[in-house]
């Protein structure tokens, strides 16, 4: 993350352009995605193909049996789902056709950037071993940038709900592939599960180079975002929109311009707020903090990034032109590329806005 130009700073003239052209322009702007999960954009196509190649049996009839099945009422019902989703996942090429799958909706949604989150105890707990999964995600990683010209980085995350113990055997046996990801995030149930419980395995992947983010403020408190900030000392919050519960916290973020990577759908679909009008993501830029928008685990939660983009848009009427030019500009500032990459795509969200 850069300080190579502060969102603000742009002389469009947001108020030429009419409402009724601002969902044309979400979907065309260019922007990144920093909160995916790549199992989480597992449609159910793909998990009956895949099932098929492996020759699994699957607990339901059909593709739309299974879409069905997509009814959560909190994040573990989800987990539960998410996880057993994942199992058909065993080779080389699963891997790579779960996460080209993505790409190709990625360039549709006009997606220049992702940083994408990977899960690899949920595999190695089935026996997959770690080299076909990270080198399936960084084949497609490297194809996208090939065909579609998108840079993509991997980001390994911890399922805060196994021990720290299991964490540091899952960074020794991808230290080997260390050239493959960039970073390390937090992810899985937050109840019962704060960030000091994984300070020790934070503080090695410091010491190692990587970057570092982590899930909290979901279902967590703010307490644990500022856990997640002053034990794990990490770089961006993922999620983060209970940060508004403690004005203290909304002024300390937003004076460090710690990035918040907001996903609406997912918390619409986890009932973290009961409708897409109750979010909160217009007061977190009204605050002035440096929020962002991504799909989280859009196979699941019934969009990828534009639907987020257009339906919140559409729910919260108080969000137009500067809103969504700010948090496509949010998105490369708080990204892990260098500032020439980061005024590049700046300049082609400046470009998408003049042609209005």
Known sequence: MTDFDRPAMTAIDFAAIPRERLSALLRRMPKAELHLHIEGSLEP????????????????????ALRAAYAFNDL???LDIYYAGAGVLLKEADFFDMAWAYFERAAADNVVHAEIFFDPQTHTARGVPFEPMIVGLEHACRRAHAEFGISAKLI????????????????ERSLPYRQHFIGVGLDSGERGNPPEKFARVFARCRELGLHLVAHAGEEGPPAYIESALDVLRVERIDHGVRCVESPALVKRLATSRMPLTVCPLSNLKLRVFDT?????????????????????DPA?????INDNFVQTFAALPALGARQAWTLAANSFEASFVDAEHQQRWRAQLDAAFAAG
Do not use: W
Not at 276 to 296: I, Q
């Open 276 to 296: 897409l009008a109750d979010h909160n993501l217009g007061a977190l830029l009204d605050a002035g903090l440096c929020a962002t928008v991504n799909s989280d």
């Open 45 to 64: 196509e793909l998990i009956f193909k895949l099932a098929q190649r492996n020759g699994l049996s699957l607990p339901y009839a059909s593709v739309e």
């Open 300 to 304: 699941y939660f019934g969009g990828y």
């Open 76 to 78: 573990q019902s989800f």
């Open 156 to 171: 390994m995350c911890f399922l805060r709900h196994l021990s720290e113990e299991d964490a540091f055997a899952t960074l």
